[in-house]
């Protein structure tokens, strides 16, 4: 291994054996055991690289991945069952909360154990022990047992003393994810001073953005092998994007489950009875919310393209169509209807109404149909929500309904971030770009 190289993983394959009987009892599980009644999981299948001293690497990846298991290798904590993992340098690990700690001893006590297996003497600990304590912030419960800890106290103690100990290399799962904002915010610039110190540290996270601003590397897993490896910046975007087009498969998945569930909307009109934004739409978001006196209310919504086909993905550019119904308790009420789009986030995107294109209501048929048609999706790509109000005379709110459809857009080339696409031509020392 060459002298900048502290840690080495080659060709490194881990399986695990799943019991098919979840036994509850300790005696079914040795039964089980005995009978051999497992089949064998080859979690990670094959991965290899190199870290160099004073890298800040993040492992990234979706749930079950093998993030966690290449890190519980990288500590010893786990073997590799085919390969193998060289390490060069002092090892601090914070990984499954609770390892490492004896639950019957003292915050106190827990310390100098763990610090003098990393090899401190009791006066070198003696002179580390009140830096911990103050970091940790639990002077007042640091002579009780820590097994009275909540988690929070416990991850605290463990942060403190792992990154306390002068360790070269740093391994850590989740952690800065525990803890109140402010301990985390702690953490987060304790984590930087060390990165600045030279130490190697490898973080496991599914927030991309931590990865972003800590890390100088990045190795996304993809089902027990490397995907990609390379500076976050690159590496987090193209995550994101595969979990993003997965997302988008479940969705186009389960709304074709909510058409053929649709509720039978004129039968329920028939029954008089007060629909829900669940009732109304045909592809409804879980998070939609509805108010308004009822007077004259919504009572069908649909999103479809130009073919007239109900959906809820969108190529970026192409337009489509809200379908609404309407009834009202009385004909030639006064109403005005508002249409708007806001980003999954909140961002308000776009919103128009009756009223402001016509500076007129219109008057209310006891049944009618709204027909509005975006004809320029210029929206760049992302999720986005549907709102529809409809408001009478004075402001009265008839049927306000937020979040109604979710509307993805997804572009070929993922090249714009923001709102709105804008057409725009680069010229780069004479060379043109026109997009
Ligand atoms: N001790 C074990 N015995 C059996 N299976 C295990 C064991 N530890 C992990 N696994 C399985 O290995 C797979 C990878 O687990 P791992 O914890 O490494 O994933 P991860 O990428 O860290 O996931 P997450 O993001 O959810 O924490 C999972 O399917 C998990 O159920």
């Known amino acids: 291994m060459s002298e900048n190289v502290v840690i080495e993983v080659k060709n490194v394959k881990k399986t695990f054996k799943i019991f098919a009987d979840k036994s509850q009892t300790l005696k079914g599980l040795l039964s089980n055991i005995k009978r051999a009644k497992f089949e064998r999981r080859e979690v990670i299948k094959g991965i290899s690289f190199k870290v160099r001293k004073g890298e800040i690497i993040g492992l990234i990846g979706k749930n079950g991945c093998g993030k966690s298991t290449t890190l519980k290798m990288l500590s010893k904590l786990l073997k590799p069952s085919e390969g193998e993992i060289t390490i060069n340098g002092r090892v601090s690990s914070l990984i499954e909360l609770g390892a490492g700690f004896h639950p019957d001893m ?56 792992a990154t306390n100990i002068d360790p070269e290399i740093l391994l850590i799962d989740e952690i800065l994810g525990v803890g109140d904002a402010s301990f985390q915010t702690k953490c987060f610039n304790r984590i930087k001073a060390m990165k600045e110190a030279g130490v190697t540290i490898v973080i496991v996270s599914h927030t991309t953005n931590q990865i972003e601003n800590l890390c100088n590397r990045a190795i996304w897993i993809d089902n027990g092998l490397i995907r990609e490896d390379g500076p976050p910046r690159i590496v987090c975007p193209h995550y994101l994007e595969d979990m993003e087009n997965a997302r988008m498969l479940r969705a186009e998945m389960e709304y074709r489950m909510l058409i053929e569930n649709c509720p039978d909307i004129e039968q329920m009109k028939k029954e008089n009875r007060n629909l829900t934004c669940r009732d109304i739409a045909i592809q409804y978001d879980p998070d ?27 190529d970026k550019g192409e337009p489509f169509t809200i379908n609404m119904s309407y009834r009202s308790v009385n004909r030639g009420t006064s109403i005005s209807v508002t249409v708007g789009l806001v980003r999954d986030d909140g961002v308000p995107c776009y919103e128009v109404s009756t009223e402001s294109d016509t500076k007129m209501k219109f008057q209310a048929r006891k049944e009618g149909q709204i027909q509005f048609r975006f004809l320029n999706n210029n929206l760049v790509d992302g999720k986005y929500f549907l709102n529809i109000y409809i408001y009478g005379s004075n402001g009265v709110e008839y049927d306000i309904i937020r979040r109604i459809i979710a509307i993805s857009v997804k572009g070929k080339e993922k090249n714009e971030s923001g709102v709105v696409s804008m057409s725009h031509v680069w010229d780069v020392d004479g060379m043109i770009i026109e997009k």
Do not use: H
């Not at 830096?131 to 002077?139: A, D, G, Y």
């Not at 929070?152 to 103690?157: D, I, T, V």
């Open 288 to 314: 939609a919310r509805r108010s308004g006196n009822g007077d004259v209310e919504i009572s069908f919504v649909e999103v479809v393209d130009t073919e007239s086909v109900a959906k809820q993905v969108f």
């Open 106 to 161: 003292t915050g106190r006590e827990n310390i100098y154990i763990n610090a003098s297996i990393f090899g401190f003497s009791k006066k070198e600990i003696d002179a580390k022990v009140d830096e911990i304590i103050m970091f940790s912030e639990l002077e007042e419960y640091i002579d009780a047992p820590v097994r009275t800890y909540s988690s929070g106290m416990y991850m605290r103690l463990a942060f403190s003393v």
